[in-house]
């Protein structure tokens, strides 16, 4: 493969959806010369008939031929076989991850495509590919391997990310400017040094086994692991680590990439917290808290207990809202939710479900007498005034409460009784708790 230097390098794009491909295209298409192919068969003709591109961006799932059959195909003909791909995938699991790479593939970019991401690591694979063919060149000229590294390690100074290189006993002896930049450490400072100085404690174990498995087999490993800064700062690396052979086959360096992925992590992790608890007080939505009375189910029924269920509703919450405005009724839900928190134990869990409705999950409940007098301590610190923006305001709580095993054997059976125990309260004046019994639902 050759790499002009008056021209921008070539990438073929493969994807089966507009969407995809226009994101690809904003990204790439002003630095790069793109081609794109809606299909496997449309990629592997354009290849057949003489294009080659520097770099292919394959999607993994496309009807008829995915990226993994297409992968092969590429790397079992002599003409595409040496064409870095990188698959695009939604899939972020362990096992596609291993199935991309031992299909051929050299990385894998995971979506929603970050585009911070997808220029460096497109810019680290051509970039390799250039030095690798660099190599290839000098190979006769080049006998020592310290001198491939030497010659790596020139090419990579400005590398957009972090590289190091290490022996096979683990002593760094190379790392590029950003590696400082990203870790804190100067050059001065790790050479010699195990890359372990930036090792946070943090990462499961199992991760170093597997990286482990890879390199001492000769394959490259790819991954996420938890490092710290000399800072002490935590942060989360993509590591892509790969062996260095000499002409003998035998390993004699290792190369690794490393990029910075803790603001996507962060993303990732603030997106499933959002999904599962309320935009407002934080607590759980009713998807998660369904979810805990499921499992407290399960639980009891193994330790042949009880479990609580309280549907709570605040009274006169309604006309502070209207009267007050939105922002003054929030702050009033805040208070709320936290004086309830503090009626709680470990184990038990309060969420909202609606505007003004809250639940409560109490496990281990001796007695309906135990759980009724748990739910008059919500009733007592809702009734307790609120002081908002100078304004003393006051709410009360109407409160149904339902036991599983007793009124229940079912979530939703049971939250269908605990509700209706909430609006009998609700109906008789507020202010008050009651447990369910079966003459509640015959006003239903």
Same mark, same amino acid.
């Given at each position: 493969?050759?790499?002009?230097?008056?021209?921008?390098?070539?990438?073929?794009?493969?994807?089966?959806?507009?969407?995809?491909?226009?994101?690809?295209?904003?990204?790439?298409?002003?630095?790069?010369?793109?081609?794109?192919?809606?299909?496997?068969?449309?990629?592997?003709?354009?290849?057949?008939?003489?294009?080659?591109?520097?770099?292919?961006?394959?999607?993994?799932?496309?009807?008829?031929?995915?990226?993994?059959? +297409?992968?092969?195909?590429?790397?079992?003909?002599?003409?595409?076989?040496?064409?870095?791909?990188?698959?695009?995938?939604?899939?972020?699991?362990?096992?596609?991850?291993?199935?991309?790479?031992?299909?051929?593939?050299?990385?894998?970019?995971?979506?929603?495509?970050?585009?911070?991401?997808?220029?460096?690591r497109v810019q680290l694979h051509l970039e390799m590919e250039r030095?690798?063919?660099?190599?290839?060149?000098?190979?006769?000229?080049?006998?020592?391997?310290?001198?491939?590294?030497?010659?790596?390690?020139?090419?990579?100074?400005?590398?957009?990310?972090?590289?190091?290189?290490?022996?096979?006993?683990?002593?760094?002896?190379?790392?590029?400017?950003?590696?400082?930049?990203?870790?804190?450490?100067?050059?001065?400072?790790?050479?010699?040094?195990?890359?372990?100085?930036?090792?946070?404690?943090?990462?499961?174990?199992?991760?170093?086994?597997?990286?482990?498995?890879?390199?001492?087999?000769?394959?490259?490993?790819?991954?996420?692991?938890?490092?710290?800064?000399?800072?002490?700062?935590?942060?989360?690396?993509?590591?892509?680590?790969?062996?260095?052979?000499?002409?003998?086959?035998?390993?004699?360096?290792?190369?690794?990439?490393?990029?910075?992925?803790?603001?996507?992590?962060?993303?990732?992790?603030?997106?499933?917290?959002?999904?599962?608890?309320?935009? &407002?007080?934080?607590?759980?939505?009713?998807? &998660?808290?369904?979810?805990?009375?499921?499992?407290?189910?399960?639980?009891?029924?193994?330790?042949?207990?009880?479990?609580?269920?309280?549907?709570?509703?605040?009274?006169?919450?309604?006309?502070?809202?209207?009267?007050?405005?939105?922002?003054?009724?929030?702050?009033?839900? &805040?208070?709320?939710?936290?004086?309830?928190?503090?009626?709680?134990?470990?184990?038990?869990?309060?969420?909202?479900?609606?505007?003004?409705?809250?639940?409560?999950?109490?496990?281990?409940?001796?007695? +309906?007498?135990?759980?009724?007098?748990?739910?008059?301590?919500?009733?007592?610190?809702?009734?307790?005034?609120?002081?908002?923006?100078?304004?003393?305001?006051?709410?009360?709580?109407?409160?149904?409460?339902?036991?599983?095993?007793?009124?229940?054997?079912?979530?939703?059976?049971?939250?269908?009784?605990?509700?209706?125990?909430?609006?009998?309260?609700?109906?008789?004046?507020?202010?008050?708790?009651?447990?369910?019994?079966?003459?509640?639902?015959?006003?239903?």
């Amino acid at each position: 493969m050759t790499f002009p230097t008056d021209s921008p390098a070539k990438i073929l794009v493969v994807d089966d959806t507009p969407l995809n491909i226009e994101i690809l295209a904003d990204i790439l298409e002003s630095n790069y010369d793109l081609t794109i192919a809606t299909s496997g068969q449309r990629a592997l003709s354009l290849l057949n008939e003489g294009y080659q591109p520097n770099l292919i961006l394959l999607d993994v799932m496309m009807p008829v031929m995915d990226g993994y059959d +297409v992968c092969c195909v590429l790397k079992q003909n002599v003409s595409t076989q040496h064409i870095p791909v990188i698959f695009i995938t939604s899939n972020s699991d362990s096992d596609n991850e291993t199935k991309a790479l031992s299909s051929g593939a050299v990385d894998f970019i995971h979506k929603p495509i970050n585009a911070t991401v997808l220029r460096a690591r497109v810019q680290l694979h051509l970039e390799m590919e250039r030095r690798n063919t660099a190599l290839q060149q000098k190979f006769f000229e080049i006998n020592e391997a310290q001198s491939q590294l030497q010659v790596l390690s020139t090419a990579i100074e400005q590398s957009p990310v972090s590289i190091l290189i290490c022996t096979t006993d683990g002593a760094i002896q190379y790392v590029n400017p950003y590696f400082s930049k990203e870790t804190g450490y100067t050059t001065e400072e790790v050479i010699g040094l195990n890359p372990r100085i930036l090792k946070s404690g943090l990462t499961v174990p199992a991760t170093f086994s597997m990286m482990w498995e890879y390199l001492t087999h000769g394959e490259p490993w790819s991954g996420e692991i938890i490092n710290r800064r000399k800072s002490g700062e935590v942060f989360w690396q993509e590591l892509h680590i790969a062996p260095v052979k000499d002409a003998e086959d035998k390993i004699t360096h290792y190369v690794a990439a490393m990029l910075d992925i803790t603001e996507r992590k962060q993303a990732h992790e603030r997106l499933d917290f959002l999904a599962h608890h309320d935009v &407002l007080t934080g607590l759980p939505n009713r998807t &998660l808290f369904f979810d805990r009375i499921q499992q407290g189910m399960v639980q009891m029924k193994r330790d042949t207990g009880q479990l609580a269920l309280l549907f709570i509703d605040l009274d006169k919450f309604k006309p502070i809202n209207d009267q007050y405005g939105h922002a003054i009724g929030d702050e009033v839900l &805040l208070e709320a939710a936290q004086r309830m928190k503090t009626c709680v134990r470990k184990s038990d869990t309060v969420g909202r479900i609606g505007g003004d409705e809250f639940v409560v999950l109490l496990l281990d409940v001796k007695s +309906v007498v135990n759980a009724t007098n748990r739910a008059e301590k919500f009733r007592e610190v809702l009734f307790q005034p609120f002081m908002v923006n100078d304004k003393s305001l006051f709410i009360s709580a109407s409160i149904g409460v339902a036991l599983f095993p007793e009124h229940a054997l079912t979530r939703n059976e049971l939250a269908k009784h605990a509700d209706y125990a909430m609006y009998y309260s609700k109906q008789h004046g507020g202010n008050q708790v009651n447990v369910y019994h079966p003459s509640m639902s015959e006003h239903h």
